[in-house]
């Protein structure tokens, strides 16, 4: 293909440039007096001049940013992945000479694979033509790298630091560049005194730089805590300004520019993403735990049997079959490598099937599928845009060998694909693009792995010079190869436009954001001439396993925390939450909170708390609506450094005591049948009815598409079952089966057998875990609402032991302060109840807070049930637990009357479900039984006063009236 075009002033980019150059507006730039002064840049002097600050704030200001002055020489500039972050900081470069005559720039880079894809961006023909049209200048690369030591030599500057150095400003035409990466920056190469010297009067590199005056351009910023060594080592630069480039920051610096994750997919700067998932039901469960190691030996256990011992080079197939192939490459007693790259800490956890060749064979299959849909719509347009697929994966012998099984997958999905369009394609070069397919398989695909740094295979170093270095060779028309594979050796600092799809067959080894994953896909593509395709909607299919279904879900929330989206379906009551953002989006409007405020309450939206009034928050959907950006409901949230507590009123305890014991009394449940047969009777009804309980073990793919609607983030999802692709899975033997579903449902197995035989159900299509699990869940549903109707139940105490419990230790005493979220999540500064066992008011519904801040004079003491604290067992394995308990003094001083509430936020039980009637029937049962409590259900139109007196009433008992 020809060379890469770059568009001029793309409105986000260019906004970038100028908002930077607009920071050194009107200050004073001052040339260098001293006879090297050809070699070093101009000063613009900042720090005593007020225009510096003025000029950034006017920035903010004019473009909504809410970020505080720095009186620093960091200048920030916030760019999404994907949009272009290194033409507009080299764009910056030429304008920053144009204007103040500034001429050496450092470029700093956290890697040496960005620190390479920077040089190759750098020094492609495609850039130094687009900017010599422009600014009649070209850069000059100085590339900081290693040297090899020169024992009994004189030791002279790195060459890239000398020539960077001495470069003079008499080259009109060139401005001066050095590359560094973070190595380097803190390698001794840059710290250690040498032979020869700079200017007569500089030894270290640092110190000569520094002369420089240089302007420094960091990448990646989040990468340069500034509490750390490189950062340290930069500052010994002197560098005159910093401008830092990036999607992430820790912290911001006098932000000028800001281009979020939401602006990046709203305004078409970057594709969509769709998420497959290759889903596994069978595999879901299995878990393999690194346990323990001596050094020598690692311990393995998969879910609950055996554990197993392996040493160094010993296959984990030990463990579990589907890791066959996958082995400890290293130990030591903390931790062991696996063959695959993989790091496992003690008390680690990873799925076997993820490993299985099984599901990777799926997703290759799936992914090249789909690679070949996308291919034929780009190849046979107009002007055509040629697709790449890229793989991650960690077993590289499986792919460099001619043997190996993604090799040959690959090579067989790529030939069963490209012979069956050839039957029926009409359009000219398609047809010849994919008999060369076929005439060489192996064309077709590349791979790049970093121990290949030290191969010395021609064939692999072509594969690298293509994948690395040359974009334009490996997009050309007339070359076959578009699946790329690596072992997240291409995670940053590589990108190609034209990636269409990444399939990520293995894990990446750790937690990183999902905006980096899909960050090598999301920029536009381009077509046959270079150019970028921006007018059509571009789509980034991502392929993950079933151990990341919640990928698309953790995506969507990233790009909408980072872009500090708000949710127009979050209820909100007050205007305070939404100031700073309002005012971030609509500074023009409003000077400051004081005049938004007053605008707020003159239009008769808010209260003097700043609480809405009724149809404030409706207000500002229709009047700021530029603040609501994000998903409706963001699903991941920051959690608190420090848990919430509660404090308990312990001389209130003693009341509640005897209550609290017999609550916390061990019971079990007893199904009552007249018989085995009557049980049986009952399984068989269950197996006749429920048939859809019994799968098929497939591996079904679900789409999960990244949409965005009226300035919001939003997931879509289809699932697909091709004809002749889905696959059936048998994992277990009848035998098998029949043991561990009979286990499961806690029946006997000739019971079990005889009544699969009578509901006349061909088993042996589902001897599968999925069948397990969904037969369990849904015989525990079935004997919940057959409860009461065709068998009986009743409790049965099992044991005196009841200490210690949520609000005891073990030895029965209160406890004086317990976790606030076991009592309710939402928080009220107002006042509790004299009578109630907490002194703070946490809850979880309007309802439960009026019950709590009710003075109830009969009341002696009442609490909220901590959560999970009394669990009574109800049908089908599951527990209940109740909200409330409550301790009345009754007339003569001397008799209690004990019950406990729960409280359901419906108007009736005509709310209820099927399952809450008959929780509530269960504790009924229990309550109207031994334990002498009495059980109420209090509805959301009920107060909690008159229910008592209801119960009192209905016992004919009066209360003692409390002075």
């Not at 620093?72 to 507009?88: A, P, Q």
């Not at 692999?460 to 997240?488: G, T, V, Y």
């Not at 149809?615 to 991941?636: D, R, T, Y």
């Amino acid at each position: 293909m020809k060379g890469f075009h770059f568009e001029r002033d793309l409105a986000h980019q260019k906004q970038a440039v100028e908002n930077t150059i607009a920071v050194f507006h009107s200050l004073q730039v001052v040339h260098s007096s001293e006879a090297e002064k050809n070699c070093i840049n101009p000063t613009i002097e900042w720090e005593k001049d007020p225009e510096y600050r003025r000029n950034i704030e006017n920035i903010q200001r004019q473009y909504g940013i809410n970020e505080p002055f720095k009186g620093s020489n960091i200048i920030d500039i916030m760019m999404e992945t994907g949009t272009g972050k290194t033409y507009t900081y080299t764009k910056t470069m030429f304008e920053l000479s144009k204007h103040f005559g500034i001429f050496k720039f450092i470029i700093v880079v956290p890697t040496l694979s960005i620190k390479a894809g920077t040089i190759d961006f750098l020094r492609s023909e495609s850039c130094r033509e687009h900017f010599r049209e422009e600014y009649g200048k070209t850069l000059r690369l100085h590339i900081v790298e290693s040297q090899k030591s020169n024992k009994n030599k004189k030791s002279y500057f790195p060459l890239a630091v000398s020539s960077f150095v001495n470069a003079g400003n008499f080259e009109k035409d060139t401005i001066q560049v050095m590359i560094i990466n973070t190595g380097m920056v803190n390698s001794d190469t840059m710290e250690k005194v040498y032979d020869g010297m700079m200017f007569d009067r500089f030894s270290k590199p640092f110190e000569a730089i520094a002369a420089t005056k240089p302007f420094m351009i960091i990448d990646e910023p989040h990468r340069f805590e500034q509490e750390n060594k490189t950062w340290q080592n930069l500052q010994k630069m002197k560098p005159q300004f910093i401008l830092r480039y990036g999607a992430t920051f820790t912290r911001y610096e006098n932000l000028v520019y800001k281009l979020t994750a939401v602006d990046a997919f709203n305004r078409n700067l970057v594709k969509g993403v769709i998420g497959h998932i290759i889903e596994f039901e069978s595999g879901k469960n299995a878990v393999v735990k690194f346990i323990d190691s001596d050094g020598k030996e690692a311990t393995f256990r998969l879910n609950e049997e055996e554990p197993v011992k392996l040493k160094e080079k010993e296959s984990l197939a030990r463990v579990h079959s589907a890791m066959n192939g996958l082995m400890i490459e290293k130990l030591n007693k903390s931790a062991v490598v696996l063959s695959n790259g993989l790091e496992l800490k003690k008390g680690d956890k990873i799925n076997p099937y993820s490993y299985a060749e099984i599901v990777q064979e799926l997703m290759i299959k799936r992914a090249v599928e789909h690679h070949f849909e996308i291919e034929r719509q780009l190849l046979t347009r107009e002007v055509r845009i040629k697709p790449l697929t890229l793989f991650f994966i960690d077993n590289i012998e499986e792919y460099r060998s001619k043997e190996g099984y993604i090799r040959k997958t690959v090579e067989e999905c790529i030939k069963a694909q490209a012979e069956a369009l050839l039957k029926t394609e009409t359009d000219t070069f398609y047809r010849a693009y994919l008999e060369k397919t076929l005439g060489d398989l192996s064309a077709t695909h590349a791979g790049y792995f970093s121990r290949d740094n030290t191969e010395k295979d021609e064939a692999i170093e072509r594969e690298i010079n293509e994948i690395l270095h040359d974009k334009q060779a490996i997009l050309d028309l007339e070359n076959p190869r578009r699946f790329i594979f690596s072992k997240w050796t291409l995670r940053e600092g590589w990108d190609n436009p034209n990636v269409f799809q990444i399939c990520k067959l293995r894990g990446s080894g750790s937690e990183i954001s999902k905006l980096q994953e899909v960050g090598r896909g999301l920029r536009l593509p381009v077509n046959e001439y270079g150019n970028r395709v921006k007018d059509e909607q571009f789509y980034l299919h991502y392929f993950v396993d079933f151990t990341e279904s919640d990928f698309v879900d953790k995506l969507v929330s990233e790009i909408n925390d980072k872009s500090g989206a708000v949710s127009m379906e979050t209820p909100y009551t007050s205007v305070n939450p939404l100031l700073k953002i309002i005012l971030q989006k609509y500074a023009d409007q409003f000077a400051d909170e004081e005049k938004l405020l007053e605008y707020l309450d003159e239009q008769g939206v808010i209260k003097r708390d700043n609480d809405f009034k009724k149809g404030g928050f409706e207000f500002i959907k229709q009047h700021f609506p530029l603040i609501f950006e994000g998903v409706n409901s963001n699903k991941v949230r920051k959690a608190t450094d420090e848990k919430k507590k509660v404090t308990v009123r312990t001389s209130k305890y003693d009341e509640l005591r005897e209550l609290w014991e017999k609550l916390n009394e061990k019971v079990i449940l007893e199904y009552r049948f007249e018989n085995e047969g009557g049980f049986k009777h009952l399984l068989t009804e269950f197996l006749k009815t429920q048939k859809d309980s019994f799968v098929k073990d497939e591996v079904r793919e679900r789409l999960s598409e990244v949409q965005f609607q009226e300035n919001k983030a939003v997931k879509h999802e289809k699932e697909t079952i091709r004809n002749g692709t889905s696959e059936t899975i048998s994992t277990m033997r009848y035998s098998d089966f029949l043991k561990k579903l009979a286990e499961e449902l806690n029946v006997n197995m000739r019971t079990l057998h005889e009544s699969i035989r009578e509901a006349q159900i061909d088993i042996n299509n589902y001897l599968n875990q999925a069948t397990l699990r969904r037969i369990k869940q849904q015989f525990d549903d079935y004997l919940m609402t057959q409860a009461f109707d065709k068998y009986s139940i009743a409790y049965k105490k099992v044991s005196n032991c009841i200490h210690p419990t949520k609000l005891t230790d073990e030895n029965g005493n209160v406890l004086k302060e317990i976790s606030a979220t076991d009592v309710g999540v939402l928080f009220s500064e107002e006042g509790v109840a004299d009578s109630y066992l907490f002194n703070e008011l946490y809850y979880d519904s309007e309802l439960e807070k009026e019950n709590i801040t009710t003075d109830i004079q009969e009341v002696t003491v009442f609490s909220k049930i901590p959560k999970n604290s009394i669990r009574i067992p109800v049908a089908g394995g599951r527990f209940y637990s109740p909200d409330f308990a409550y301790v009345v003094r009754l007339k003569n001083g001397e008799q209690k009357l004990h019950f406990i509430i729960e409280a359901k936020n419906y108007p009736n039980e005509s709310g209820l479900s099927q399952e809450e009637i008959k929780k509530i029937r269960h504790a009924e049962e229990l309550f109207g039984g031994g334990v002498k409590i009495h059980f109420k259900t209090q509805f959301c139109n009920d107060k909690i006063s008159e229910l008592i007196k209801e119960i009192l009433t209905e016992q004919q008992l009066v209360p003692q009236a409390q002075a």
